[in-house]
Protein backbone atom coordinates (compact mmCIF):
# COMPACT_ATOMS: atom_id res chain seq x y z
CA UNK A 1 0.00 0.00 0.00
CA UNK A 2 0.72 3.43 -1.37
CA UNK A 3 2.55 5.86 1.77
CA UNK A 4 -0.01 9.11 2.34
CA UNK A 5 1.45 12.42 4.21
CA UNK A 6 -0.87 14.42 6.12
CA UNK A 7 -0.18 17.52 7.94
CA UNK A 8 -0.27 17.06 11.80
CA UNK A 9 -2.69 19.57 12.84
CA UNK A 10 -5.34 21.88 11.72
CA UNK A 11 -8.20 24.31 12.92
CA UNK A 12 -11.04 25.26 11.24
CA UNK A 13 -14.11 27.21 12.48
CA UNK A 14 -17.82 25.87 12.91
CA UNK A 15 -19.86 26.38 10.17
CA UNK A 16 -16.79 26.67 7.77
CA UNK A 17 -15.64 24.19 5.43
CA UNK A 18 -13.08 21.98 6.76
CA UNK A 19 -10.14 21.15 3.82
CA UNK A 20 -8.19 18.35 4.88
CA UNK A 21 -5.23 17.57 1.95
CA UNK A 22 -3.23 14.22 2.01
CA UNK A 23 -0.12 13.45 -0.29
CA UNK A 24 -0.26 9.81 -1.75
CA UNK A 25 2.40 10.93 -4.61
CA UNK A 26 3.28 6.99 -5.16
CA UNK A 27 -0.25 5.65 -5.46
CA UNK A 28 -0.47 2.88 -8.16
CA UNK A 29 -3.17 2.69 -10.79
CA UNK A 30 -5.41 -0.09 -8.93
CA UNK A 31 -5.31 1.77 -5.25
CA UNK A 32 -8.10 3.89 -3.49
CA UNK A 33 -8.23 6.35 -1.11
CA UNK A 34 -9.91 5.75 2.02
CA UNK A 35 -10.54 8.06 4.64
CA UNK A 36 -11.78 7.18 8.16
CA UNK A 37 -11.63 9.61 11.78
CA UNK A 38 -11.31 8.68 14.94
CA UNK A 39 -12.93 10.71 17.77
CA UNK A 40 -11.23 10.76 21.09
CA UNK A 41 -10.49 7.36 21.58
CA UNK A 42 -14.02 5.73 20.27
CA UNK A 43 -13.37 3.20 17.24
CA UNK A 44 -12.27 4.70 13.77
CA UNK A 45 -15.52 5.16 11.59
CA UNK A 46 -14.76 4.97 7.99
CA UNK A 47 -16.08 8.53 6.00
CA UNK A 48 -15.43 8.47 2.42
CA UNK A 49 -13.19 6.26 -0.60
CA UNK A 50 -12.31 7.16 -3.55
CA UNK A 51 -10.06 5.93 -6.69
CA UNK A 52 -10.31 8.99 -9.25
CA UNK A 53 -13.61 10.71 -10.01
CA UNK A 54 -14.57 13.11 -6.91
CA UNK A 55 -17.20 11.19 -4.76
CA UNK A 56 -19.40 12.79 -1.97
CA UNK A 57 -21.62 11.63 0.32
CA UNK A 58 -23.64 12.22 3.82
CA UNK A 59 -20.57 13.09 5.50
CA UNK A 60 -18.41 14.42 3.21
CA UNK A 61 -16.23 14.98 -0.18
CA UNK A 62 -13.24 13.80 -1.47
CA UNK A 63 -11.62 15.69 -4.43
CA UNK A 64 -8.81 13.18 -6.03
CA UNK A 65 -6.24 15.31 -8.27
CA UNK A 66 -5.96 13.97 -12.01
CA UNK A 67 -2.58 13.05 -11.63
CA UNK A 68 -4.00 11.02 -8.69
CA UNK A 69 -0.97 12.24 -6.68
CA UNK A 70 -2.67 14.04 -3.97
CA UNK A 71 -6.34 14.33 -2.60
CA UNK A 72 -8.80 16.44 -0.19
CA UNK A 73 -11.56 15.43 2.50
CA UNK A 74 -13.92 17.98 2.34
CA UNK A 75 -16.27 18.60 5.67
CA UNK A 76 -18.47 21.44 4.19
CA UNK A 77 -20.19 22.54 6.82
CA UNK A 78 -17.67 21.44 10.52
CA UNK A 79 -19.11 20.93 13.75
CA UNK A 80 -17.72 20.58 17.01
CA UNK A 81 -18.20 17.12 16.85
CA UNK A 82 -16.09 16.77 13.73
CA UNK A 83 -13.18 17.80 16.18
CA UNK A 84 -11.18 14.56 15.05
CA UNK A 85 -7.91 12.84 13.73
CA UNK A 86 -8.57 12.38 10.15
CA UNK A 87 -6.41 9.16 8.80
CA UNK A 88 -5.77 8.51 4.71
CA UNK A 89 -5.04 5.32 3.89
CA UNK A 90 -3.99 4.01 0.44
CA UNK A 91 -5.34 0.41 -0.81
CA UNK A 92 -6.15 -1.72 -3.34
CA UNK A 93 -9.90 -2.08 -3.34
CA UNK A 94 -11.53 -5.01 -2.02
CA UNK A 95 -8.77 -5.91 -0.19
CA UNK A 96 -9.60 -7.27 2.94
CA UNK A 97 -6.57 -6.80 4.11
CA UNK A 98 -5.80 -4.82 7.23
CA UNK A 99 -6.03 -0.86 7.39
CA UNK A 100 -2.56 0.91 8.02
CA UNK A 101 -2.98 3.64 9.64
CA UNK A 102 -0.57 6.87 9.58
CA UNK A 103 -0.51 9.34 12.36
CA UNK A 104 -3.45 11.25 10.79
CA UNK A 105 -4.42 14.97 11.05
CA UNK A 106 -5.95 16.21 14.25
CA UNK A 107 -8.94 18.61 13.22
CA UNK A 108 -9.66 20.80 15.96
CA UNK A 109 -13.02 22.47 15.33
CA UNK A 110 -13.51 25.91 16.97
CA UNK A 111 -16.78 27.74 17.78
CA UNK B 1 -23.15 3.11 16.06
CA UNK B 2 -21.21 0.53 13.74
CA UNK B 3 -23.04 -2.37 14.76
CA UNK B 4 -20.14 -3.45 16.21
CA UNK B 5 -19.76 -5.16 20.12
CA UNK B 6 -17.04 -5.30 22.04
CA UNK B 7 -16.65 -6.26 25.78
CA UNK B 8 -16.06 -5.35 28.45
CA UNK B 9 -15.00 -1.34 27.82
CA UNK B 10 -12.68 -1.26 30.25
CA UNK B 11 -10.54 -3.75 32.21
CA UNK B 12 -8.06 -3.40 34.89
CA UNK B 13 -5.54 -6.14 35.88
CA UNK B 14 -2.37 -6.81 37.09
CA UNK B 15 0.86 -7.82 35.52
CA UNK B 16 1.34 -11.45 34.84
CA UNK B 17 -2.60 -11.86 34.34
CA UNK B 18 -4.33 -13.06 31.53
CA UNK B 19 -7.70 -11.17 29.93
CA UNK B 20 -9.81 -12.53 27.31
CA UNK B 21 -11.60 -9.75 25.05
CA UNK B 22 -14.67 -10.31 22.90
CA UNK B 23 -16.32 -8.97 20.17
CA UNK B 24 -19.25 -9.33 18.23
CA UNK B 25 -19.26 -8.29 14.14
CA UNK B 26 -22.00 -6.57 12.62
CA UNK B 27 -24.77 -9.10 11.56
CA UNK B 28 -23.57 -11.26 8.55
CA UNK B 29 -20.40 -9.74 8.48
CA UNK B 30 -17.93 -12.72 8.01
CA UNK B 31 -14.72 -10.67 8.86
CA UNK B 32 -12.98 -9.79 12.37
CA UNK B 33 -9.86 -7.34 12.51
CA UNK B 34 -8.41 -6.69 15.90
CA UNK B 35 -6.10 -3.28 16.30
CA UNK B 36 -4.29 -2.51 19.31
CA UNK B 37 -3.94 1.36 19.68
CA UNK B 38 -1.01 2.57 22.14
CA UNK B 39 -0.14 6.10 22.69
CA UNK B 40 3.63 5.52 21.31
CA UNK B 41 2.28 3.23 18.68
CA UNK B 42 -0.69 4.29 17.12
CA UNK B 43 -3.57 2.19 15.45
CA UNK B 44 -1.97 -1.50 14.75
CA UNK B 45 -3.13 -4.30 12.75
CA UNK B 46 -2.87 -7.65 14.90
CA UNK B 47 -4.94 -10.17 13.43
CA UNK B 48 -7.37 -11.05 10.94
CA UNK B 49 -9.82 -14.10 10.97
CA UNK B 50 -12.43 -14.56 8.13
CA UNK B 51 -15.47 -16.89 8.65
CA UNK B 52 -13.66 -19.35 11.64
CA UNK B 53 -9.96 -18.90 9.77
CA UNK B 54 -7.13 -17.07 10.73
CA UNK B 55 -6.15 -15.08 7.43
CA UNK B 56 -3.56 -12.54 8.43
CA UNK B 57 -1.20 -11.95 11.12
CA UNK B 58 0.25 -8.38 12.00
CA UNK B 59 2.68 -7.53 15.07
CA UNK B 60 0.78 -9.68 17.68
CA UNK B 61 2.74 -11.18 20.37
CA UNK B 62 2.83 -14.69 21.23
CA UNK B 63 1.36 -14.16 24.15
CA UNK B 64 -1.38 -13.08 22.24
CA UNK B 65 -3.82 -15.04 20.65
CA UNK B 66 -7.33 -14.60 18.70
CA UNK B 67 -9.99 -16.79 17.54
CA UNK B 68 -13.51 -17.19 15.81
CA UNK B 69 -16.39 -18.82 16.93
CA UNK B 70 -18.92 -20.48 14.63
CA UNK B 71 -21.54 -17.81 15.39
CA UNK B 72 -18.70 -15.41 14.30
CA UNK B 73 -17.38 -13.75 17.22
CA UNK B 74 -14.26 -13.36 18.27
CA UNK B 75 -11.92 -13.53 21.19
CA UNK B 76 -8.57 -12.08 21.92
CA UNK B 77 -6.49 -13.52 24.48
CA UNK B 78 -3.51 -11.43 26.00
CA UNK B 79 -1.37 -13.65 28.49
CA UNK B 80 1.29 -12.67 30.64
CA UNK B 81 0.54 -9.14 30.36
CA UNK B 82 2.90 -6.66 31.01
CA UNK B 83 2.74 -2.88 31.93
CA UNK B 84 3.33 -2.19 28.06
CA UNK B 85 0.29 -3.95 26.80
CA UNK B 86 -2.08 -1.46 28.55
CA UNK B 87 -3.76 0.38 25.26
CA UNK B 88 -7.15 0.08 23.71
CA UNK B 89 -7.73 -2.98 21.83
CA UNK B 90 -10.44 -2.73 18.89
CA UNK B 91 -12.10 -5.39 16.53
CA UNK B 92 -13.67 -4.27 12.96
CA UNK B 93 -15.54 -6.52 11.05
CA UNK B 94 -16.09 -6.11 7.19
CA UNK B 95 -17.98 -8.24 5.11
CA UNK B 96 -17.40 -10.24 2.30
CA UNK B 97 -16.51 -8.63 -1.05
CA UNK B 98 -16.07 -5.31 0.49
CA UNK B 99 -13.42 -3.59 1.52
CA UNK B 100 -15.06 -1.14 4.70
CA UNK B 101 -14.11 -1.99 8.14
CA UNK B 102 -16.56 -1.07 10.85
CA UNK B 103 -15.17 -0.52 14.28
CA UNK B 104 -16.48 -1.51 17.78
CA UNK B 105 -15.88 1.15 20.68
CA UNK B 106 -12.99 -0.79 22.21
CA UNK B 107 -11.49 -2.05 25.45
CA UNK B 108 -9.32 -0.10 27.31
CA UNK B 109 -6.73 -2.35 28.96
CA UNK B 110 -4.99 -1.02 31.81
CA UNK B 111 -2.22 -3.30 33.11
CA UNK B 112 -1.20 -2.13 36.62
Known amino acids: DAKTTQPTSMDCAEGRAANLPCNHS???????VYWYRQIHSQGPQYIIH???NNETNEMASLIITEDRKSSTLILPHATLRDTAVYYC????????????FGTGTRLQVFP | DSGVTQTPKHLITATGQRVTLRCSPR?????VYWYQQSLDQGLQFLIH???????AKGNILERFSAQQFPDLHSELNLSSLELGDSALYFC???????????FGPGTRLTVL
Open chain 2, 92 to 102: ASGASGTDTQY
Open chain 1, 26 to 32: TISGNEY
Open chain 1, 50 to 52: GLK
Open chain 1, 89 to 100: IVRVSYNTDKLI
Open chain 2, 27 to 31: SGDLS
Open chain 2, 49 to 55: YYNGEER
